[in-house]
T-cell receptor, first 111, second 114 residues
Framework: GQQVMQIPQYQHVQEGEDFTTYCNSSTTLSNIQWYKQRPGGHPVFLIQ?????EVKKQKRLTFQFGEAKKNSSLHITATQTTDVGTYFC???????????FGAGTRLFVKA | DGGITQSPKYLFRKEGQNVTLSCEQNLNHDAMYWYRQDPGQGLRLIYY???????QKGDIAEGYSVSREKKESFPLTVTSAQKNPTAFYLC?????????????FGSGTRLTVV
């Protein structure tokens, strides 16, 4: 089956520092979605990447899709306390029809 | 406002009892899903449905059952056969299985077996 690894599992940062989480797949992906789940909340859709090498930005968040469409990253510039939560990647395998979720990276931001 | 409603928010169940979790959406989405989340872990797919009267097992379907009699509704029954049912259950929907708009999640039901 499809394997997806998300690293790191946890990340503690000081407010204002940058943060990056990585999602790596063993198979080529059709697309990849990213979600954020606040503590005690439910996942909220952030973005979808489809094209090889695609880069999308949402304010301080930058999302990248690898050239081989097997990995992706989410980078947050100058973290704020409102960024705390768990970030999940959710890839769709090429030729597949079922999105799976990575284990997530939990971000802690110290003010 | 359109969205997904899950009820109840908290549920306590005695061992050996079946319990049904409600999920209703008014987004006119075709696809619906049930996920289970354990503390500090990711989401595991229990069941999903592409259209009314059709549903498929996910990765951890044992001990669970679903129905999809209406487009808006996708209830999940946690049966007594589920060995470790205490978890956070999330229902989601999307326009289709490969929707670029992502999944919309409900606020979840926290089930505790006592």
């Amino acid at each position: 089956g499809q394997q997806v690894m998300q690293i790191p599992q946890y990340q503690h940062v000081q407010e204002g520092e940058d943060f990056t989480t990585y999602c790596n797949s063993s198979t080529t992906l059709s697309n990849i979605q990213w979600y954020k789940q606040r503590p005690g909340g439910h996942p909220v859709f952030l973005i979808q990447l489809v094209k090889s090498g695609e880069v999308k930005k949402q304010k301080r968040l930058t999302f990248q899709f690898g050239e081989a469409k097997k990995n992706s990253s989410l980078h947050i510039t100058a973290t704020q306390t409102t960024d705390v939560g768990t970030y999940f990647c959710a890839p769709l395998r090429a030729g597949g029809f079922k999105t799976i979720f990575g284990a997530g990276t939990r971000l802690f931001v110290k003010a | 406002d359109g969205g997904i409603t899950q009820s109840p928010k908290y549920l306590f169940r005695k061992e050996g009892q079946n319990v049904t979790l409600s999920c209703e959406q008014n987004l006119n989405h075709d696809a619906m899903y049930w996920y289970r989340q354990d503390p500090g872990q990711g989401l595991r797919l229990i069941y999903y449905s592409q259209i009314v009267n059709d549903f498929q097992k996910g990765d951890i379907a044992e001990g669970y059952s679903v129905s999809r009699e209406k487009k808006e509704s996708f209830p999940l029954t946690v049966t007594s056969a589920q060995k470790n049912p205490t978890a956070f259950y999330l229902c989601a929907s999307s326009i289709g299985l490969t929707s670029g708009d992502g999944y919309t999640f409900g606020s979840g039901t926290r089930l505790t077996v006592v």
